[in-house]
């Protein structure tokens, strides 16, 4: 991970630290729709890493596509009747971003398991849905925070953190066997080793293709 995501991160849990510490001391409504703001926003930045992350080694292993990296950009593109391409914004959930993510990331590393059928992700989606709530309020009801509420919202939280931190780690020990497959293979052709040198001219074949 670069250090400026590294010092990104720990920004982020700073943020929801200092929210989650003074909702302890005041437990007002208030500070628990802040906390719940901190929280979400804290899990889309953490988002914007992983899929950084993800993306960034499976271009190592050909596991992408341009379809993939435009839907992970949130971008589309058109060309204008002066034939120029223009790029377009589009709006991805977050949910949908961290599914497609780890889709990708199981793609390079098969024996990947993340359960998106249990209560972590469950509390997670809830807790989107009351942020948006209560940042599109249509009555005072719609600002409504219960404690109960903030709590799952955690659980949610720090399920997704464990398992972007599990799968971008997963995905690095697979980029570090990848490495060490290259300079084996580097060896062998170097000693002009038959099999090597039958395995390059084919994958130069199919990168060719």
């Known amino acids: 991970m670069e250090r400026e995501h590294t010092e990104f991160l720990r920004l982020l849990?700073?943020?929801?630290?200092?929210?989650?510490?003074?909702?302890?001391?005041?437990?007002?409504?208030t500070d628990r729709r802040n906390l719940?703001?901190?929280?979400?926003?804290?899990?889309e930045?953490?988002?914007?890493?992983y899929r950084v992350h993800v993306l960034s080694v499976a271009k190592e292993f050909d596991a992408t596509t341009p379809f993939i990296e435009m839907a992970l950009a949130e971008a589309s593109f058109s060309v204008s009747?002066?034939?120029?391409?223009?790029?377009?914004?589009?709006?991805t959930s977050l949910t949908a971003i961290i599914?497609?993510?780890?889709?990708?990331a199981q793609s390079i590393c098969p024996d990947l398991d993340v359960?998106?059928?249990?209560?972590?992700?469950?509390?997670?989606?809830?807790?989107i849905k009351m942020r948006n709530r209560?940042?599109?309020p249509k009555n005072i009801?719609?600002?409504?925070?219960?404690?109960?509420?903030?709590?799952?919202a955690k659980l949610g939280f720090f399920w997704f953190l464990d398992i972007a931190l599990r799968v971008m780690e997963e995905t690095v020990k697979e980029f570090s066997v990848l490495v060490v497959d290259l300079k084996k293979l580097g060896q062998e052709l170097r000693r002009g080793d038959p099999d090597a040198l039958d395995l390059y001219r084919r994958a130069h074949r199919d990168s060719d293709d």
């Open 99 to 104: 599914r497609l993510t780890t889709r990708i």
């Open 134 to 136: 209560i940042t599109h």
């Open 36 to 43: 719940l703001r901190t929280i979400i926003s804290a899990a």
């Open 115 to 127: 359960d998106f059928g249990g209560v972590g992700w469950m509390h997670l989606k809830d807790a």
């Open 81 to 91: 009747e002066q034939g120029e391409i223009v790029e377009q914004a589009r709006y």
């Open 13 to 29: 849990a700073g943020d929801v630290q200092h929210a989650l510490d003074l909702a302890a001391l005041s437990a007002s409504p």
């Open 45 to 49: 930045g953490i988002s914007w890493i």
């Open 141 to 152: 009801r719609d600002l409504a925070v219960s404690e109960q509420e903030i709590e799952k």
